[in-house]
Nanobody, 114 residues
Framework: QVQLVESGGGLVQPGGSLRLSCVVA?????????MGWYRQTPGEQRDLVAL???????NYAESVKGRFTISRDNAKNTVYLQMNSLKPEDTAVYYC???????WGQGTRVTVSS
């Protein structure tokens, strides 16, 4: 069983920054699959925020382009989401996902509020 363990969420003021981390543990090598960050608010579907493929190419949702950066450190088996210029509408539970598998993290809550 592959475990994805997220951390780094919290409460931040509008305009602030957070960095989310996702460690891929328990027997899976990070660079075997694309990795994605998704987010979900109550009553809504889980939406893709950012994606990094095995070659390091990235894609972003339009709403976060220029503000969020996804990266991966294969040596540490970790994928990151650097979030800058945060807005209240970024408030959600953020999930890490190993694309092409059924492996998801438990989610980390991000709240952007003054």
């Amino acid at each position: 069983q592959v475990q994805l363990v997220e951390s780094g969420g919290g409460l931040v003021q509008p305009g602030g920054s957070l960095r989310l981390s996702c460690v891929v543990a328990s027997g899976s090598i990070l660079n075997m699959y694309p990795m994605g960050w998704y987010r979900q608010t109550p009553g809504e579907q889980r939406d893709l925020v950012a994606l990094v493929d095995i070659r390091g190419s990235t894609n972003y949702a339009e709403s976060v382009k220029g503000r969020f950066t996804i990266s991966r450190d294969n040596a540490k088996n970790t994928v990151y989401l650097q979030m800058n210029s945060l807005k209240p509408e970024d408030t959600a539970v953020y999930y890490c996902h190993q694309v092409g598998t059924g492996n998801w993290g438990q989610g980390t809550r991000v709240t952007v509020s003054s």
